[in-house]
């Protein structure tokens, strides 16, 4: 069963420490995504990898970096966390190409930043 | 600038009923359009998607239509089941672009005895 593994389900963190949330993907796709989800805005897209090494900033970068280093993993960094990122994380990834881009999303990162 | 709308927040029907979610967009560029399920603390799920070619895509209890001329699609469950309570993403992509899809802010579906 192909999935997105999301390693932490739950997080507690403090205003100013630094956060790393993990993402694996075993379906050998070239995209993965970081997108938070909020009551009432939906999905925002954080930031997009298409290939290792490679990223493009979503609509919501700010406050946020990334590291693609393997093709399997994509992991979000949240270099001094505040408390306005306190939401839920999710990770997706898809094959590269054009058309229907059918996302495929790991369980979610629920963070409260306190 | 919210390109993709999803004006209902909730949504009640009645076990056995036809379910109908509302999808609004802007942007006349978008080649394919998906929805997408969610259950608390689960990742959304793929349900089904539509080019926009065609007006209408069946798969099983799940009908879409799109209607370009008035940037509308609609999503339809018959007949509702309990398990499909949940919250519905709409999205919208261009062919060219990957990483551009675009979420409506999603509609709470919940199912009735």
């Known amino acids: 069963d192909v999935k997105v593994t999301q390693s932490s389900r739950y997080l507690v963190k403090r205003t100013g420490e630094k956060v790393f949330l993990e993402c694996v993907q075993d379906m050998d796709h070239e995209n993965m995504f970081w997108y938070r989800q909020d009551p009432g805005l939906g999905l925002r897209l954080i930031y997009f990898s298409y290939d290792v090494k490679m990223k493009e900033k979503g609509d919501i970068p700010e406050g946020y970096s990334v590291s693609r280093e393997k093709k399997e993993r994509f992991s979000l960094i949240l270099e001094s966390a505040s408390t306005n990122q306190t939401s839920m994380y999710l990770c997706?990834?898809?094959?590269?190409?054009?058309?229907?881009?059918?996302?495929?999303f790991g369980a979610g990162s629920r963070l409260t930043v306190l | 600038d919210q390109q993709v709308k999803q004006n209902s927040p909730s949504l009640s029907v009645q076990e056995g009923r036809i379910s109908i979610l509302n999808c609004d967009y802007t942007n006349s560029m978008f080649d394919y359009f998906l929805w997408y399920k969610k259950y608390p603390a689960e990742g959304p799920t793929f349900l089904i998607s539509?080019?926009?070619?065609?007006d209408k895509n069946e798969d099983g209890r799940f009908t879409v239509f799109l209607n370009k001329s008035a940037k509308h699609l609609s999503l339809h469950i018959v007949p509702s089941q309990p398990g499909d309570s949940a919250v519905y993403f709409c999205?919208?992509?261009?062919?060219?672009?990957?990483?551009?899809?675009?979420f409506g802010s999603g509609t709470r579906l919940s199912i009735r005895p």
């Open positions: 999205a919208a992509n261009r062919y060219s672009s990957a990483s551009k899809i675009i």
């Open positions: 539509i080019s926009s070619i065609k």
């Open positions: 997706a990834s898809s094959n590269q190409g054009a058309g229907a881009n059918v996302l495929t």
